[in-house]
């Protein structure tokens, strides 16, 4: 364990009487125990149940999974609790446990545990994650081995074992806690109340309304070596409340600033920025029962050429960038450079659509931002450059709660929305194809693109992995010309820190990883 430091002042409650004193205070120093404020997104502490941000945030510190990722780089998985290998039709996958690991109580971790946690999600039907595990069958092949086998390609599959939902549990204890493979599970309970894993972490207590503490598991024999054995999860929904705790020291990590408020920080904080996995877009109806007007490809490529795109960036802050298509930078098959201002092609486009100068309704939540993207400004900016191309927009903003059913039911002619991953691999974002799940959203059905639908299916069947880049970019490129997606920003991650923090790694699933961060 490394050499820890004690935050003084603060520990004691001596601050405020230094101040009245007429002290100056000296800058805080590092302790073992920290506090993070963060926007909850909490329900549940069982990872097999969890499918929200702040839920795997808590189970990446208390679980491992098979495999996981180095830092920020998600583009390939590294060992996690094992190492593995595949089959040349990417349908066979082969994970050999670590020796000598154990879990929070000191008892080892087999190949039993790994197929009851993997066979748990799979059978709980109504779990959010069940979906991760669709297609994938489990088989014991020894005390330390574990075959994943597929009956098509599915190099995802790797990617799918970081996520925290997959993490692996202590089986025998589960199990004597209510835990089985079928949706008779009753171990949530017991799972909100204390931890089963093998993480550097075990849970000491937690308020889904309110707070999340951690402690050191004092038994973790992984690769981690964590500097703070007590960690708060505080729930600060307001980011510039996030901001003011930072800069009063009343915790040491804020989780959800905006670009403008990191960029207003006071001296001493570390700030860690980077794009988010979230693309910010504009969803253009291709059924012409939804969209009128809408439902053509040029009236689309119109769209996607009369935008400024620099000046929408602006209202997006620190860590973001023009979103270069439908899949973000940090993943693979992402485009190089997205689509610049071309006001001759918009209205070749236009004039090709029929468009008579009817009015548009464009429809967007109004009260859920997005990497502190707020959708009512970058509405109205994308309204003006429209009605300078000649498109007249009506703006529709209601609550999210209100906005959503017509989205995910395709009723929405126009529209801003965003998209972020479940795991991290680039086949989130396949559902944009033709007849796929979000492209339905936008009425476009497989009949109406066909080659979209082939450049898909090659992509998500792909045998290795220079053929899956070339497959992804080819699909991107087909979407970034001629789909009813318009792709504006890909949102920054602003994660900010007390000066003695390091080790912040945004990571698209689980934000970032507690046991990483550092006391320098």
Same mark, same amino acid.
Not at 6 to 21: C, E, I, K, Q
Not at 141 to 168: F, Q, R, W
Not at 255 to 269: E, F, M, N, T, W
Not at 333 to 339: D, K, P, Y
């Given at each position: ?27 805080p ?19 097999g ?9 808590v189970?990446k ?9 180095a ?9 996690g609790?094992a190492s593995?290998?595949?089959n ?8 050999t446990?670590e ?14 545990d790994?197929?009851f946690?993997?066979n ?16 994938i069958?489990v088989?014991k092949?020894?005390d330390?081995?574990?075959?994943l086998?597929?009956?098509?390609p ?8 970081t996520?925290?939902s997959?993490a ?8 004597e806690?209510?835990g089985?493979?079928d949706?008779s599970?009753?171990a949530e309970?017991?799972l ?8 550097p ?7 889904f309304?309110s ?14 070596d964590?500097d ?8 600060v ?9 930072l800069?009063?020291?009343d ?24 794009p988010?996995?979230q ?18 490809a040029?009236?689309?490529n ?6 400024d ?14 979103? $270069?298509?439908?899949?973000?930078p940090? %993943?693979? #098959?992402?485009?190089?450079?997205g689509? /610049?201002?071309? @006001?001759?092609v918009? &209205? ?8 008579d ?6 429809e967007?939540?109004?009260d ?23 498109i ?12 959503i059913?017509s989205?995910?039911?395709? $009723? ?5 929305? %965003?998209w #972020?991953p479940?795991?991290a691999?680039s /086949?989130?974002? @396949?559902?944009?194809? &033709?007849?796929q ?5 936008a ?12 450049l898909?299916a ?12 070339t497959?992804?970019?080819?699909f991107a490129?087909?979407?970034?010309q ?14 900010a820190?007390?000066s003695?923090?390091d080790?912040v790694?945004?990571?698209?699933t689980w ?5 990483? @961060?550092?006391?320098?």
């Amino acid at each position: 364990m490394r050499t820890k430091f004690r935050y003084v002042a603060a520990a004691f409650g001596l601050t405020a009487s230094l101040a009245l004193a007429g002290c100056a205070a000296a800058a805080p120093e590092a302790s073992d125990s920290i506090v993070i404020d963060t926007a909850f997104t909490l329900e549940t502490s069982d990872p097999g149940r969890n499918y929200v941000p702040t839920g795997y945030m808590v189970s990446k510190a208390l679980y491992e999974t098979l495999l996981d990722f180095a830092g920020s780089d998600e583009s390939t998985p590294v060992n996690g609790l094992a190492s593995y290998e595949s089959n040349d039709d990417a349908t066979v996958f082969t994970f050999t446990l670590e020796d000598g690991r154990v879990f929070s109580d000191g008892s080892a971790i087999t190949a039993d545990d790994v197929v009851f946690s993997l066979n748990r999600v799979a059978g709980m039907t109504e779990s959010k994650a069940n979906f991760l595990m669709n297609g994938i069958t489990v088989t014991k092949i020894d005390d330390m081995t574990v075959e994943l086998s597929t009956e098509t390609p599915s190099l995802k599959l790797p990617a799918l074992m970081t996520n925290p939902s997959l993490a692996i549990l202590n089986s025998a204890l589960v199990i004597e806690n209510g835990g089985t493979t079928d949706d008779s599970d009753a171990a949530e309970a017991f799972l909100n109340e204390t931890s089963a894993g093998s993480g550097p972490y075990i849970l000491d207590s937690i308020n889904f309304e309110s707070q999340v503490v951690l402690t050191e598991n004092e038994n973790y024999n992984g690769e981690e070596d964590i500097d703070f054995t007590r960690v708060v999860i505080r729930n600060v929904s307001e980011a510039a409340t996030q901001k003011i705790n930072l800069e009063g020291d009343d915790s040491q990590v804020a989780v959800d600033l905006s670009g403008d408020q990191v960029a207003s920080l006071s001296d001493g904080i570390n700030i860690f920025s980077t794009p988010s996995a979230q693309t910010i877009f504009l969803l253009i109806n291709q059924s012409e029962e939804v969209g009128g007007v809408t439902a053509n490809a040029d009236f689309a490529n119109a769209v996607r050429y009369a935008l400024d795109y620099p000046a929408l960036l602006e209202l997006a802050g620190a860590g973001s960038e023009q979103a $270069t298509g439908v899949i973000p930078p940090s %993943f693979l #098959g992402a485009l190089e450079n997205g689509v /610049a201002q071309d @006001l001759d092609v918009a &209205a070749a486009s236009l004039e090709a659509s029929g468009y008579d100068g009817e009015s548009i309704t464009l429809e967007y939540p109004n009260d859920y931002p997005v990497g502190g993207v707020s959708f009512t400004p970058l509405a109205e900016r994308v309204q003006s450059q429209l009605a300078d191309a000649g498109i007249t927009i009506e703006l529709a903003p209601a609550p999210f709660t209100t906005q959503i059913d017509s989205y995910v039911n395709g $009723t929405e002619a126009f529209s801003i929305w %965003f998209w #972020g991953p479940d795991y991290a691999d680039s /086949a989130n974002f @396949l559902p944009f194809s &033709a007849g796929q799940k979000v492209g339905l959203r936008a009425g476009w059905t497989a009949d109406q693109d066909s080659d979209v639908v082939n450049l898909a299916a090659a992509a998500e069947n792909a045998t290795n992995f220079d053929e899956r880049e070339t497959a992804f970019s080819n699909f991107a490129e087909a979407l970034q010309q001629r789909g009813p997606f318009v792709p504006l920003i890909v949102p920054g991650s602003n994660i900010a820190t007390a000066s003695y923090i390091d080790g912040v790694a945004y990571n698209s699933t689980w934000t970032m990883d507690i046991a990483e @961060l550092q006391a320098k």
